[in-house]
């Protein structure tokens, strides 16, 4: 996909400065292990929506890799097979005789990648984090990440999974984009707690769940430091049947 770069000039006393921007488009979809609504194993709907809304990036939850449920498919090579992008996939647990957890498909070439274990208590699904560094044309670097919060009733593994990321990337000076979804309200003390070192660049978007009719927003993309960033478009998907979560899309500058 071509790739559009900016380039302002600014002198100042026969010095002339160079400032870059580089546009991006992330999506952010939970994908229930690529069951729709109608309880069908359908990934090819979970790839439409990827090739209909061409992202540069895109953050993956609720990812099966070679489980007994999904008759031993790897769902992140099959969608990388389909839209032609490199992967990263976050094994966050052993399940069905393979592992679950989140992933990323990006067009950049991905040059470095770890999974971040967020805290968790015990008895509660462990959770982790998938942080790559990206190489983007004009040789910028981005960190992008891919998580999915504590789905439980109380918020405490919530509240310290955010604390984790938000310690994680506090002093970061590299562009870092964070999505997925984080099971958690935008008043909630997780999300202030991200809103420390984060911008929501979701923040005046509406609901997201559940995707036939949605009534709450708990899908969220996030970018640091603010300084280096511009939100240039935000919205969400229309898709009612892929998922039982609608995908999240934004338009983002680099600068």
Known sequence: MKKMLLITVVCFTG????AQTQKVKILTYNIHHGENMKQALDLQGIANVILATNPDLVALQEVDSSTSRTSQSDQLKELA???GMYTYFVKAMDFDGGGYGTGILSRFPISNSITLPLPSS???EPRAAGIVTLQLPGDSTLRFV?????AGKHATDRIAQAN???DYFRETATPVIIAGDFNALPASKEITVLKQVFTDATSQMGPTFPSDSPRIKIDYIMVAPKHRWTITGARIIEETVASDHRPVLCELEIK
């Open 15 to 18: 010095i002339t400065l160079f």
């Open 81 to 83: 097979s389909i839209t």
């Open 122 to 124: 015990k008895g509660n």
């Open 146 to 150: 891919t998580t999915h919060l504590d």
């Open 164 to 166: 984790a990321l938000a």
